[in-house]
């Protein structure tokens, strides 16, 4: 196919530390000026081992027009998530979208008791748009079908160890083209669906 792979491209902020983490929510928090909502997307390390417990979620994902925080929960001091991060998880206010993003949150919940609030699943936002062929709802397809862009699931990268430190560029780079990909999803479905409301609206009034 001719379609061109989806990158991210701007800042991508790679967060273990407590001050690393404060500076970077701070970024992401929505100003009065910006889109007030954030693409979403964990990632854990996937072992096949049978008979034993998923792994915790290793990293999490939150990206807006300029930057993408790559937040390495599992290298947090003591596992748990700071207080920057779970504030913006926390916030009804800000809409947090993804693919799958309620199972996303329902993990981050039981590995780690922070509720995200303000999730958007995009499939279920997909399967609104009247008279769509979105084949089917994963982040994959719904890049080609709304954005023509060809969202790169390596498995070398999607399966690798996400627990491993520090993360290699390409690790931080997969992780934070599958948030942005969220947000720019989401972002095109949003001006559909308020394109579509003002056609509505027009038509009423005459």
């Known amino acids: ?75 947090f001091p003591g596992g748990s998530i700071p207080r920057s991060l779970r504030t913006l998880l926390e916030d009804w206010r800000i809409p947090k979208v993804g693919v799958g993003a309620s199972r996303d949150a329902i993990k981050i919940k039981d590995d780690h008791g922070v509720d995200v609030n303000g999730v958007i699943n995009l499939e279920d936002m997909a399967s609104r748009v009247p008279r769509s062929s979105y084949s089917s709802s994963s982040l ?42 969220g947000y720019r999803v989401y972002e095109r479905l949003l001006a559909f669906f308020q394109q579509h409301q003002h056609q509505l609206q027009h038509q009423h009034q005459h």
Request: contains cysteine; aromatic residues 12%.
């Open 1 to 75: 196919s001719s379609l061109k792979p989806l990158r991210f491209s701007r800042a991508i902020f790679y967060c273990r530390s407590a001050q690393e983490i404060d500076e970077c929510c701070t970024l992401l928090t929505p100003s009065t000026a910006g889109k007030p909502f954030l693409g979403f997307d964990i990632e854990w390390f996937v072992t096949f081992e049978a008979g034993v417990a998923p792994r915790k979620v290793a990293t999490i994902q939150l990206c807006n027009e300029e930057c993408c925080g790559v937040f390495q929960v599992s290298a």
């Open 140 to 181: 994959q397809s719904l890049c080609e079908d709304v954005l023509h862009r060809i969202l790169d699931k390596a498995p070398a990268l999607r399966l690798s160890n996400w627990e491993f430190q520090p993360l290699s560029m390409p690790q931080q780079s997969y992780a934070a083209t599958d948030a942005y990909a």
